[in-house]
C-alpha cells in the first residue's frame, strides 16, 4: 500500500480524532495536529513500522503520539479554567483543567498567581503540593512519578483528586 491510500483510508477518521484533541486542549489548531499527524505518519511508513497494521492500530498511535506531542509543547503558564471541569465527568486531569492560556494582564498573572497558592495552601496533601508544583512546570506523568518515587498510575489518581479539591477554588474566577 501507497503512503496516499493509507492517508485516503485513515484521514476521515484521523479528523475526527483531530476535531476532539483540538476541543479539549486550546493552543492547538486542527490544521497544526493534523499537519503532524501526517510528519507523524510519513515517518512510521518511511520505516516501514506500519506495514500490515490494521487502520485502528495506526489512529490509535496518532492519537498517542498527537497527545504527547501537545503535552510537550503546551506552553508552561497555565491558568485554571473551571470551563473544563463542567464538561468532565469522570476524566479529570490537571493538564486541561489547567487550561493553556496566557495572561492578559498584569493583573491576571497576579490573580492566577494568587489561584494557584490558595489551591496550593488549602486542603492539599504534601504529596498532592508536589504533584500540584510538578504539574504546573510541566513534567508528565511518568517524570512526576519517578521524582516522587510512585507509579504513574498512582499520580493519575492524585492528580484527578487534585483537580475535584481545585473546583472549590474555581468560584474565585
Not at 24 to 49: C, K, N, V
Not at 135 to 162: C, F, N, Q
Request: a neutral charge.
Amino acid at each position: 500500500m501507497s503512503f496516499e491510500e493509507l492517508i485516503k483510508k485513515v484521514s476521515p477518521k484521523l479528523k475526527g480524532i483531530i476535531y476532539r484533541l483540538g476541543g479539549r486542549f486550546s493552543g492547538f489548531g486542527d490544521d497544526d495536529l493534523y499537519q503532524e499527524a501526517m510528519i507523524y505518519l510519513w515517518e512510521e511508513f518511511s520505516r516501514g513500522t506500519l506495514q500490515d497494521k490494521t487502520d485502528s492500530y495506526i489512529l490509535q498511535g496518532c492519537y498517542f503520539y498527537l497527545k504527547n506531542h501537545m503535552r510537550k509543547f503546551a506552553p508552561k503558564l497555565r491558568i485554571a479554567s473551571p470551563e473544563y471541569l463542567e464538561d468532565c465527568e469522570d476524566d479529570v486531569s490537571l493538564d486541561p483543567m489547567l487550561n493553556v492560556a496566557s495572561p492578559e494582564s498584569l493583573h491576571d498573572t497576579v490573580h492566577c498567581e494568587m489561584l494557584i497558592e490558595q489551591i496550593r495552601n488549602n486542603g492539599l496533601t504534601r504529596q498532592e503540593k508536589k504533584i500540584f508544583n510538578f504539574s504546573l512546570e510541566g513534567l508528565t506523568v511518568r517524570e512526576i512519578g519517578a521524582r516522587i518515587g510512585v507509579s504513574h498510575v498512582r499520580v493519575v489518581k492524585l492528580r484527578k483528586s487534585i483537580a475535584l479539591k481545585c473546583l472549590k477554588h474555581m468560584d474565585v474566577i
